[in-house]
């Protein structure tokens, strides 16, 4: 089975700091995704990648930037966290068209 | 671009029962994902299905690509069938447009 893997379960930071949000998938999958999740809203693709270094602004990149140095990990980063922020991110490795889902990371953002 | 949209948002069930959710889809996909997402939060993938009828167990989905539609039916509901789920339509190239979840409860 594929394996998506999302360092933080649960994450709590104050207004204005750096974050780093990191997944690795074990299936040398060439495409990676980032999204968020929010109540009443589904999942929202704020960057992908298609390959090493290689990225591509989702529909919410604003406030997001992306790191794929390795081809199996791939790094979300707030820059600066604001409260609007706050919120469930999921990453997902894909193979073909089917999509598969680290646990998530819920970020709390004070 | 493509608009998902499922229905009903919501749903309670009592243990046993059978349901039915829907998707719509306003274009022409590629492809077509049902996913579960439980209350720990992860998304595990339940049917991959451009068109026809699948089954898995409880579960079975069907995908009318023609008609612009997809459906989920769950019989002899568990509680852990609790959750959220999503369709995900997939477009040409590396877009996967979600809708916006039906949250179900099952209650014992």
């Known amino acids: 089975d594929v394996k998506v893997t999302q360092s933080s379960r649960y994450l709590v930071k104050r207004t204005g700091e750096k974050v780093f949000l990191e997944c690795v998938q074990d299936?040398?999958?060439?495409?990676m995704f980032w999204y968020r999740q929010d109540p009443g809203l589904g999942l929202r693709l704020i960057y992908f990648?298609?390959?090493?270094?290689?990225?591509e602004k989702g529909d919410i990149p604003e406030g997001y930037s992306v790191s794929r140095e390795k081809k199996e990990r791939f790094s979300l980063i707030l820059e600066s966290a604001s409260t609007n922020q706050t919120s469930m991110y999921l990453c997902?490795?894909?193979?073909?068209?089917?999509?598969?889902f680290g646990s998530g990371t819920q970020l709390s953002v004070l | 671009g493509i608009q998902v949209e499922q229905s009903p948002p919501d749903l309670i069930l009592q243990e046993g029962a059978n349901s039915t959710l829907r998707c719509n889809f306003s274009?022409?996909?590629?492809?077509l994902q049902w996913f579960h997402q439980n209350p720990w939060g992860q998304l595990i993938n339940l049917f991959y299905i451009p068109s026809g009828t699948k089954q898995n167990g409880r579960l079975s989905a069907t995908t009318v690509a023609t008609e612009r539609y997809s459906l989920l039916y769950i019989s002899s509901s568990q509680t852990t069938d609790s959750g959220v789920y999503f369709c995900a339509a997939i477009t040409g190239g590396f877009k996967t447009i979600f809708g916006a979840g039906t949250r179900l409860f099952v209650k014992a």
């Open positions: 997902a490795s894909r193979r073909g068209e089917k999509l598969f």
């Open positions: 299936m040398d999958h060439e495409n």
């Open positions: 274009d022409s996909v590629n492809n």
């Open positions: 990648s298609y390959d090493v270094k290689m990225k």
